[in-house]
């Protein structure tokens, strides 16, 4: 009896896969002209910090004998800054803290202000909305020293000259932050959750603190620190608005410093322009802290309002 052995089938080999391109990431390239034009944009906003930090560890007599964006023999930064928090019975002290006050109630209020306005702007709809947000539009354009005489002869008839209210109030007014906040919103503040909340029962008070608010925070904290700034370096409407010593901002104290180290008035001594370059010197070290500290939600606001979702 013959058996039949089955002859084995070859089963084809599985095709090898094809492996993914490699995807070559392009060169960056480099232009000389534009490095340049970096460097030179670099120094031009350095060398004034750079020139400030070093001419803060200098006597007035040094300031005048040795080269600018250069260290003397003798630094007495530490001296300069305790001659500044102790000149004229430590009234620096007094203009930094008006100037805290000042800067931080405005900023606060003007970016909230500016963010219900934007807000109301970007998701409302009433009669005139177009022309009074070309008005504000148009209020961009007009120059804040424009308005100081008569925001002062306003003030004035309402008696709070000389009070810090009057650098206050006109600070809460930021019609470019208003501007910036009503483009933001429109994007940030998608229309059905707004629409949602409704639904849930929810009242428009509590849909722009609980929900709207906190997703405009980006944009909040970018008009704050633009308002922040603007306060904290007004010269002219705190010039025209107080007159008592004790309420003066940093700007318009160092400026009387600044007259009497020229003039040589009451209280002037020999090394008083050193002490007015060391007080800019704390002056702005509050800023780069505050810029410091909420860069990374400024940073995020423009990315977002950038990127259309």
């Not at 094809?18 to 340049?36: D, G, Q, V």
Request: aromatic share 10%; proline share 6%; hydrophobic share 50%.
């Amino acid at each position: 009896m013959t058996t039949t052995t089955p002859t084995a089938t070859a089963v084809p080999a599985p095709p090898e896969q094809a492996r993914p391109a490699r995807t070559r990431r392009p060169r960056a390239r480099r232009s000389t002209p534009l490095t340049i034009a970096m460097l030179a944009a670099l120094a031009y906003f350095l060398l004034p910090l750079c020139w400030l930090l070093i001419a803060s560890t200098k006597s007035t007599q040094d300031l005048f004998n040795t080269f600018g964006l250069w260290f003397s023999h003798a630094p007495q930064l530490l001296a300069n800054v305790k001659a500044t928090f102790t000149q004229d019975d430590g009234v620096f002290v007094h203009w930094l803290l008006n100037t805290v006050l000042y800067a931080g109630v405005s900023a606060v209020g003007a970016a909230l202000l500016a963010t219900a306005g934007g807000y109301g702007f970007a998701k409302f709809r009433f009669r005139g909305d177009r022309l009074a947000f070309n008005l504000v539009l148009g209020a961009v354009m007009i120059p804040t020293t424009a308005l100081a005489i008569p925001t002062y002869l306003l003030f004035a008839k309402a008696g709070l000259v000389n009070t810090p209210w009057a650098v206050i109030l006109p600070s809460l007014v930021n019609p470019f932050g208003l501007y910036l906040m009503r483009i933001y919103a429109a994007d940030a503040v998608p229309d059905s959750l707004l629409e949602a909340a409704r639904i849930d029962g929810a009242g428009e008070a509590r849909i722009f603190f609980r929900i709207a608010l906190r997703l405009l925070g980006p944009g909040l904290v970018t008009v704050l620190l633009f308002t922040l700034v603007a306060t904290w370096n007004n010269y002219f409407l705190p010039l025209i608005m107080l007159n008592d010593p004790n309420l003066y901002p940093i700007t318009v104290g160092l400026a009387r410093w600044a007259d009497q180290a020229q003039n040589g008035g009451a209280g002037a001594s020999s090394d008083m322009l050193a002490l007015v370059v060391t007080g800019s010197l704390i002056s702005i070290a509050p800023l780069v802290a505050a810029f410091l500290l909420l860069q990374r939600y400024w940073q995020s606001g423009l990315a977002a309002g950038g990127v259309k979702q």
